[in-house]
C-alpha cells in the first residue's frame, strides 16, 4: 500500500508564498504522475497542476504564472511553489500520485490534505 505524507500548508498574507510537499512510501515499482488537487469551501475538486515523468506538466489556468510543480525521483516527492498567492487561492491542497506498486499493480494514491489560507 501507498501512503502520501503531505506538509507545508499554513496561513499566508496575499501576495506570499508557500511550498507544499508530498512523500510517496511503500512498496512502489514506479510513479508515474504526481499532481496537486484543491478543494476550496462551496466548490469541487479541482486540479491544481500535474507533472508526468519530470519534464511534462499541466496547471489549472487559475494558477498558470503563479505555481510550479517539480518532483525528486530519487525521494517519491513532489513539491508545489505557490507564489503570488490570492484569496481565492484557500482551499485544502490534496496530492495524488499514480504509479505501479511492488506487486505490478497500478496503485492510485491520495493524501489528507493540507489546509492553505491567505489573508486579504
Known amino acids: 500500500q501507498v501512503q502520501l505524507a503531505e506538509s507545508g500548508g499554513g496561513l499566508v498574507q496575499a501576495g506570499g508564498s508557500l511550498r507544499l510537499s508530498c512523500v510517496a512510501s511503500?512498496?512502489?515499482?514506479?510513479?508515474?504522475?504526481m499532481g496537486w488537487y484543491r478543494r476550496a469551501p462551496g466548490k469541487q475538486r479541482e486540479l491544481v497542476a500535474a507533472i508526468i515523468g519530470s519534464v511534462i506538466t499541466t496547471y489549472g489556468d487559475s494558477v498558470k504564472g503563479r505555481f510550479t510543480i517539480s518532483r525528486d525521483n530519487a525521494k517519491n516527492t513532489v513539491f508545489l511553489q505557490m507564489n503570488s498567492l490570492k484569496p481565492e487561492d484557500t482551499a485544502i491542497y490534496y496530492c495524488?500520485?499514480?504509479?505501479?506498486?511492488?506487486?505490478?499493480?497500478?496503485?492510485?494514491?491520495w493524501g489528507q490534505g493540507t489546509q492553505v489560507t491567505v489573508s486579504s
Open positions: 511503500g512498496a512502489i515499482a514506479r510513479i508515474n504522475t
Open positions: 495524488n500520485v499514480e504509479g505501479i506498486d511492488g506487486l505490478g499493480q497500478r496503485f492510485n494514491s
